[in-house]
């Protein structure tokens, strides 16, 4: 695009629509909660814990349960869960000597896990629109 195309979307006169500036403000996420979501899409970012996310969307699992469904030692898959514990991602509960991980539906954005759900529920969502 040249120059000369570019200019022509600026519409060449300076004018703040207030009530709309107003309205965005007060309709606009904090600066915090912005920073959370920031944080929360870079975790998701990395494939091995966009992986874990997407199994315990379908079902409550134990660190040993992901080791072996993603062949990864369990060291390794705790370190990710840590950063999802960390960011409310995923509650955890006890039952014994064994922990067992989960989304955490009450901490997460209405959004996001809306977004997750449709984005990793999409294959089974298509599986079943070919049944029919």
């Known amino acids: 695009m040249s120059k000369s195309e570019e200019k022509s979307f600026n519409c060449g006169i300076t004018k703040i629509h207030h009530d709309n500036l107003n309205q965005v403000r007060e309709e606009m996420q904090s600066f915090e909660e912005l920073n959370r979501l920031s944080k929360i899409f870079k975790a998701l970012g990395d494939l091995t814990r966009l992986k874990i996310v ?47 991980y989960s989304i955490n539906k009450e901490k997460m954005d209405q959004t996001l896990q809306q977004t997750l759900l449709h984005l990793l529920k999409k294959k089974e969502t298509e599986r079943v629109l070919l049944q029919r």
């Open 54 to 100: 997407n199994a315990l969307v379908c079902n409550e699992l134990c660190v040993c349960d992901l080791a072996s469904l993603f062949e990864m030692t369990q060291s390794a898959i705790s370190h990710q869960l840590r950063v999802l514990r960390n960011l409310n991602i995923v509650n955890y509960r006890k039952e014994g000597k064994i922990v067992y």
